[in-house]
C-alpha cells in the first residue's frame, strides 16, 4: 500500500490519502486526545505526542502537527500509523462504525439559526457550498459547515486543516463571500462561527 501526501494552505497541516475511502459518508474532526477516543486511528495518531488535530475526509486523513514539530521528522511517523491502520483493515472508530457515536454539542457549537422566511434562500445557499465550496475545501484537507444565516450574514465553520489556516478568512471573505453573494443577492457577509 501506498500513502500520497499533500501539503495544505496550513503550513502546520498535511493531507494523507491511502487510496481506499476513509469515510464512508460526512467528515469527523478531532480536536483533542479525548475526542480522539472515539478511533482508535484517531487516537494513535495523537499518541504521537506531536499532533493537535486529526480530520477524516471521505478518501483522506488531515493531520495537524503542534507548534515548532517540524513535518520531515513527523510524516514517517504518521505514515507507519496510517500504514498499519489501512494494511490491518482496523475499524475506524470504537464499535466498528460511527453509527454509534454521538458527539454532544458544545455551547460554542450550536447552528445559529435561520432568519423567519428565509427557507428558499437558505436552501442557495446550501446547495452552493455543497456543490461548488465543500469539494474545492476538501481538495484543501478540510471542510466546511452551514451554520446559520441572519440579518444577511452566512455563518459558516471551516473544519480541518482549513480551521486555523492563516489563509482561511481570506477563503471566507474573497472566495465563499463573493460567490455566495454573486448567485444569492440577499447574502451580504460571510463570517466564521
Known amino acids: 500500500m501506498f500513502i500520497e501526501t499533500e501539503t495544505t494552505p496550513n503550513p502546520s497541516t498535511l493531507k494523507f490519502l491511502p487510496g481506499k475511502q476513509v ?13 480522539a477516543e472515539a478511533s482508535p486511528l484517531a487516537q494513535a495518531l495523537f499518541d504521537t505526542g506531536e499532533v493537535t488535530g486529526v480530520f477524516f475526509g ?30 490491518s483493515e482496523a475499524p475506524l472508530f470504537t464499535g466498528g462504525d ?35 465550496v465543500r469539494p474545492a475545501v476538501a481538495n484543501d484537507g478540510g471542510d466546511i459547515r ?13 473544519q480541518g486543516a482549513c480551521s486555523g489556516c492563516p489563509s482561511s478568512s481570506a477563503t471566507l471573505k474573497h472566495g465563499i463571500e463573493g460567490l455566495l453573494k454573486h448567485y444569492v443577492p440577499e447574502v451580504q457577509e460571510v463570517r466564521a462561527a
Do not use: C, N
Request: net charge negative.
Open 23 to 35: 469515510m464512508p459518508s460526512g467528515t469527523r474532526d478531532f480536536a483533542s486526545p479525548e475526542e
Open 146 to 158: 452551514y451554520r446559520g444565516f441572519r440579518s444577511g450574514v452566512v455563518y459558516l465553520q471551516m
Open 58 to 87: 471521505s478518501d483522506f486523513v488531515s493531520v495537524t502537527a503542534a507548534p515548532g514539530v517540524a513535518w520531515p521528522d513527523l510524516k514517517p511517523q504518521i505514515v507507519a500509523v496510517l500504514l498499519d491502520h489501512f494494511v
Open 98 to 132: 460511527a453509527s454509534a457515536i454521538s458527539v454532544p454539542a458544545d455551547a460554542d457549537d450550536a447552528d445559529l439559526g435561520d432568519d423567519e422566511g428565509t427557507e428558499e434562500i437558505v436552501e442557495q445557499i446550501k446547495e452552493l457550498i455543497e456543490t461548488r
